[in-house]
């Protein structure tokens, strides 16, 4: 694997993600990075 750049904007956070899974709701803490004022969890990255 090789570096090819850093992002300086980029950003790494720990958010309490809610989905609903059917009738249920569940929550749990997430690795998110944060990118132009744009969130996504971070394996989707």
Not at 17 to 22: A, D, F, I, Q, T
Not at 25 to 32: I, K, N, Q
């Amino acid at each position: 694997m090789k570096v090819l750049s850093v992002l300086e904007d980029a950003e790494l956070i720990i958010a309490d993600l809610e989905v609903n899974l059917g009738d249920e709701t569940h929550s749990s803490p997430t690795l998110v990075r944060s990118l132009s004022g744009q969130h996504h969890p971070a394996e989707h990255a």
